[in-house]
């Protein structure tokens, strides 16, 4: 196995990818200046982050594609099926995005047909914001489409907290908004689709968590896609330990066990070891139990502070009088996320909300 670093994302707007997209470009329209989309786009190519490369791609477009929106539209259009990768596709509906707001229809439809070729849930974005109320009547025909490509575009690009793209205040404030594309979706045969549904509900938890609940208590939780989405869009809750989020999956019971020889080891590690949590858990009840078993974890912050984040361990039925042991590696390296500091750290066991266990370790630089 090679020891190289993986290729920056960034990468895939490389000098051979810009090349493909104007050979494309030509391909359909042979009065494009390729010469100069390529200097264009390639302009300070190696100081732009991925998404800069992506809008620079964008704006070299714009500049050498006929100025009349619809005209440029039937051009990308047709380059859409030749792009040979999904994520540089994506420049189809920014294109849409910075270009269409005048054309609103016209730049739906666009939208609706570039999202199988590479997602259009950041281009759909500024429409809307600038009219919710349209946009949202269009994507609700979406949610009946027979692509699920175009369903899940129906969920995901209403998303009020979509990850790289501006948050949606009439949604955040009104989560009522998107309901009917949620209630359409929510047996949906797609994982796909089913995935954004419940990353769409688990955004709207993180400021109306009781309209999330009322709601999915609401849907028939026999069916196995619909339970599935409602245990994926309740996970912030079910770590918060939320009463009424753990009883949805069935689990809002007290749990009735107890922990035996909960351990860390080893009791001290260098940034970048691992330490082992080893228990066992007894029931002590005859009848089964439904459990939901998590961790938290309470890091040290420059400050000295500890600050605790909470970890998936598992799911099980333990049954009556049963036991079982659990062992859980939990890596302490550096990320690009988080940066270790030295000092007690803690971990913390959770069961269906409750802390049953806690001992902690040290952490060292070296």
């Not at 050498?64 to 040979?84: E, G, Y």
């Not at 490509?149 to 205040?169: I, K, M, N, Q, T």
């Not at 809750?237 to 809002?252: E, F, P, T």
């Not at 107890?258 to 007894?282: E, K, N, R, Y």
Request: proline content about 5%; glycine content about 4%.
């Amino acid at each position: 196995m090679s020891d190289a670093p993986a290729p920056a994302l960034k990468a895939m707007f490389d000098q051979a990818r810009l090349e493909h997209i104007a050979a494309q470009v030509k391909a359909v329209y042979p009065r494009f200046d390729t010469a100069r989309f390529l200097a264009l786009a390639t302009t300070d190519l190696d100081a732009l982050s991925l998404m800069e490369r992506l809008r620079q791609t964008t704006t070299s477009l714009h500049t050498t594609l006929p100025q009349d929106f619809l005209s440029a539209l039937k051009i990308l259009k047709a380059v859409a099926p030749r792009i040979d990768h999904a994520f540089v596709s994506m420049i189809l509906p920014d294109y849409v995005a910075c270009h269409g707001l005048d054309h609103f229809d016209a730049s739906m439809e666009a939208l609706r047909f570039f999202t199988p070729f590479g997602s259009s849930e950041f281009g759909i974005r500024p429409f809307l914001r600038a009219d919710p109320q349209r946009a949202l009547a269009i994507m609700e025909t979406w949610a009946h489409d027979a692509n699920a490509h175009v369903r899940r575009l129906a969920s995901e690009g209403c998303r009020p907290r979509l990850p790289w793209s501006f948050r949606l205040d009439a949604i955040v404030n009104d989560p009522e908004l998107a309901a009917p594309i949620l209630d359409t979706l929510r047996a949906d045969d797609s994982l796909y689709v089913r995935k954004s549904v419940a990353n769409h509900l688990n955004d709207v938890t993180k400021l109306h968590p009781t309209w999330v609940l009322d709601r999915i208590e609401s849907w028939p939780l026999d069916d196995a896609r619909t339970a599935w989405i409602a245990r994926h869009a309740l996970r912030t809750l079910i770590k918060q330990g939320d009463r009424r989020a753990l009883a949805v999956i069935g689990a809002g019971d007290a749990p009735e066990v107890v922990v035996h020889d909960f351990s860390l080891t080893p009791s001290t590690i260098a940034v970048g070891g691992t330490v082992v949590m080893d228990f066992t858990l007894t029931s002590q009840v005859d009848r089964p139990q439904t459990l939901v078993i998590d961790y938290r974890v309470h890091y040290v912050k420059k400050s000295g502070v500890a600050s605790g984040k909470v970890f998936k361990l598992k799911s099980l039925s333990l049954p009556a009088h049963g036991s079982i042991r659990i062992t859980r590696k939990q890596a302490f390296r550096n990320l690009s996320t988080r940066t270790h500091q030295p000092g007690r750290h803690e971990l913390e066991l959770l069961v269906n909300g409750e802390s049953l266990a806690r001992e902690g370790f040290e952490l060292t630089e070296k």
